[in-house]
């Protein structure tokens, strides 16, 4: 095949090899010579520039020659963007051997030494006291936290089992029902009201991640925090949810 020289500065190409399962696609200046593009391959397939041999194949996959003269331009090269440049490994490595992540040895450090760095992020932030580290802010944290319970808990004891009830949660329409649960929960903290709508209009069967805590038709029971129901007389109402 005529070698041609072409006047475009730069080209982009892809690059397979026989050490791996994939393509990458680099743009490189065609004033590198042949030994200084294997040095650039090097950080790409892993595998020494003495030990490569390079075929070029065009943008149909065909073969065209071979990259085998190291002092000349790659754009001595009939060399144009869609092209591959396939790397052959004669190193004796194996295929994969540079993908397969579990040889690689993994960097340990004890709690006791990383605690002992100076350089750490945990260090950072025990020095500006941040985080967990700060204790005025964790107080607080744990402080509000306590006082929101405590409300829930004053709402939740003025709602009784067995009573009627109305749901207003935000977004959404008013819904009635009777309270079927009232308490702590294992599915999220805080104080929950278990609600037996009148209509399926509700998420579950009174159970929750396998643990029952009433018992209601499947979709319409439902859980709800104490500040959005009210208790009174609030009779059933006919959705029409039963209608044709």
Not at 58 to 83: H, I
Not at 104 to 131: C, M, T, W
Request: a negative charge; one cysteine or more; charged letters at 30%.
């Amino acid at each position: 095949m005529e070698v041609t020289g072409l006047s475009a500065p730069t080209v982009t190409v892809f690059i397979s090899s026989s050490l791996n399962s994939f393509r990458s696609q680099k743009r490189y200046s065609r004033s590198l010579t042949i030994a200084e593009f294997k040095g650039k391959l090097q950080l790409i397939v892993g595998c020494p520039a003495s030990c490569m041999e390079l075929e070029l194949y065009g943008p149909d996959d065909k073969f065209y020659s071979k990259l085998d003269q190291e002092d000349a331009l790659l754009g001595s090269y009939p060399v144009d963007d869609g092209c591959r440049i396939h790397v052959i490994d004669h190193s004796g490595a194996r295929l994969g051997e540079y993908e397969d992540m579990s040889k690689v040895e993994k960097y340990k450090i004890s709690q006791e030494a990383y605690d002992q760095r100076q350089d750490s992020v945990r260090s950072f932030l025990k020095r500006n006291k941040l985080g967990r580290y700060n204790e005025e802010e964790r107080a607080q944290q744990e402080a509000e936290s306590a006082q929101r319970l405590s409300e829930e808990e004053a709402q939740a004891r003025a709602i009784a089992v067995g009573s009627r009830c109305e749901v207003r949660a935000p977004g959404q329409p008013p819904r009635r029902g009777t309270v079927m649960y009232v308490g702590l929960t294992d599915f999220k903290p805080g104080y929950w009201i278990g609600v037996r709508y009148d209509e399926p209009l509700g998420k579950n069967d009174g159970s929750v991640n396998g643990k029952r805590y009433f018992e209601c038709q499947a979709k319409y029971g439902a859980f709800i925090k104490p500040s959005v129901v009210t208790v009174g007389d609030f009779p059933e109402e006919d959705y029409g949810l039963d209608e044709m």
